[in-house]
């Protein structure tokens, strides 16, 4: 269980009491935060409630959204994101990019992402967080994620300090290149998230995560490779699904404890 976290997003409706207290029950040390229930409770309240119930916090989700020509307003946003990461004692910032902005112009999108990376890198760095880029995707580009690949995250993250990348299961798994950048990654994967990908993918294909096993990928080779490289960290299990979210708490928790066991720990 030392390396299992809960992504707080599995159990959305919960509060980060519900959560915390989840996590204690169930024997997993390490919690995924989310930025918009965090401030609900209160930054140094949630920081003060995890210390006390003994866990960790292994990301805080989510910095990022950096693509409008004018992004001023973004960076001030991933400065307190990257305070708060440090008031909560992780050192991993999961940063979503963004999406294509009003011009359509991906290309311009990508390159303004690029300086922002390289302007808050260094008060990252400052801070002790790493700025964990996450590729997302391709289907997300739009609205989300203009880094589609693991490689093009990469190619961002190695050129500037405190920048590293997630290896998300669901992002990921499709890439006929995935072996390679994944053995690329080495040192620089700051997060490892898992989950399903389920089909026929739902109307709204962000909720089409399931449990590690109900769907698609082949979770224990993908999480060999992530081992191969010598990443020891958290595996967070994070899950967008409408029906997991209306379920109890304490059972999805439960459940994610149950596959975690069977199908990702014994490839680690």
């Not at 609900?40 to 990301?59: E, F, I, Q």
């Not at 311009?108 to 008060?123: I, P």
């Not at 399903?196 to 399931?210: E, I």
């Not at 979770?219 to 299990?237: C, F, H, K, M, W």
Request: charged letters at 25%; one cysteine or more.
């Amino acid at each position: 269980m030392a390396r299992l976290s809960l992504n707080q997003a599995t159990i959305k409706r919960a509060t980060v009491v519900e959560a915390v207290e989840g996590c204690a029950r169930h024997g997993i040390t390490s919690i995924g935060l989310w930025r918009e229930p965090v401030a609900d409770h209160g930054l140094d309240r949630t920081a003060k409630l995890v210390a006390d119930a003994g866990l960790r916090v292994s990301s805080l989700c989510r910095g990022g959204f950096l693509t409008a020509v004018d992004n001023r307003a973004a960076l001030d946003d991933n400065r307190r994101a990257i305070d708060e990461a440090a008031a909560l004692r992780t050192d991993t910032l999961v940063v979503v990019v963004g999406g294509v902005a009003a011009d359509k112009d991906l290309t311009g999108a990508r390159h303004r992402v690029a300086d922002a990376v390289a302007e808050l890198s260094w008060y990252a760095a400052e801070a002790g967080v790493t700025l964990a880029l996450e590729p997302m995707h391709p289907v997300f580009c739009a609205d989300r994620g203009v880094l589609s690949t693991l490689a093009q995250a990469l190619d961002l993250a190695e050129q500037h300090v405190s920048a590293g990348v997630v290896v998300d299961a669901l992002h990921v798994w499709w890439d006929p290149d995935v072996d390679a950048q994944i053995a690329r990654a080495g040192p620089l994967i700051a997060s490892y998230q898992v989950c399903d990908w389920l089909t026929p993918v739902p109307a709204d294909v962000l909720l089409g995560r399931g449990y590690p096993g109900d769907g698609v990928i082949d979770l224990d080779r993908l999480t060999r490779q992530v081992a191969a490289t010598g990443y020891a960290g958290d595996v967070e299990v994070e899950i967008f699904n409408a029906e997991i979210w209306a379920a109890d708490f304490d059972e999805v928790i439960g459940e994610v404890s149950r596959r975690y066991h069977s199908i990702v720990e014994p490839a680690l």
